[in-house]
């Protein structure tokens, strides 16, 4: 699950940074209202863990905005305020869910696995492509209805060339999606890549995983 948190103070999103990612998420923080629109506008992502009280825009403000221009991504509000009213008005701006702060770190991954299933209408929880299953919800892949045991980013990367079946996808996209940083090495890619075929191709006698030369990569059904 791709997360973005919108979080001024900055040691605590970096620690929920730390901790999302530890627990498999793919994660990317920015400190002030202006910037989280603007990163959620233009990446998309399965859940926004946005705080209220931000700098240059407030939560309210970016979820109102974020709604109008039409994201459906999940958002779950912090703030250190607690009350009523505060979270009636989060709510009634488009906001999925609301955490007071302080919190456990337990109950927000609890929120948010609980908000990822109710958002799962808004978007494909299962992509199937031939007889390779990628559920992006439980976090798991199956292949002729053989579980796939893959590393929290091994899925991220197919999860993410199952979002764009079909489509020759870049390395560049896949470094800024998966890793969070397109200035990562490349290479990188490539090893997960192979590890993805080794592991959801080769055995099946599939080639599903596909290079698409001077273009980057591509998922395709029942390759062979």
């Given amino acids: 699950m791709r997360v973005l948190v919108v979080e001024d103070e900055q040691r605590l ?53 974020l709604r109008a221009a039409g994201s459906d991504a999940g958002i779950l ?10 979270e009636a008005e989060a709510l009634d701006t488009g906001a999925d869910d609301y955490l007071s702060k302080p919190f456990s770190f337990v109950v927000l991954i609890a929120r948010l696995k609980a908000l990822a299933r109710r958002i799962g209408s808004r978007a494909p929880r299962r992509t199937v492509l031939g007889d390779l299953v990628v559920d992006s919800a439980a976090r798991a892949c199956t292949r002729a209805g053989t579980p796939i045991a893959l590393t929290p980013r091994e899925f991220a990367l197919l999860d993410h060339l199952a979002r764009r079946a079909g489509e020759a996808v870049s390395k ?29 191709d080769a055995p099946f006698g599939r080639s599903a995983v596909q290079t698409v030369r001077g273009s980057g990569y591509r998922l395709a059904a029942d390759g062979g």
Avoid: Q
């Fill in 172 to 200: 560049r996209d896949l470094l800024e999606e998966v890793w969070d940083s397109a200035d990562s090495d490349p290479n990188t890619v490539e090893v997960h890549i192979s590890a993805l075929r080794r592991k959801i």
């Fill in 77 to 86: 509000m912090l703030t250190a305020k607690d009350g009523e009213w505060d």
């Fill in 13 to 65: 999103a970096l620690a929920i940074k730390h901790g999302l990612e530890v627990e498999g998420f793919s994660v990317d923080i920015v400190h002030d209202g202006l910037s989280g629109l603007a990163r959620a506008t233009d990446h998309s992502y399965d859940v926004i863990i946005l705080d209220i009280m931000l700098p240059g825009l407030n939560g309210y403000r970016v979820c109102s905005r």
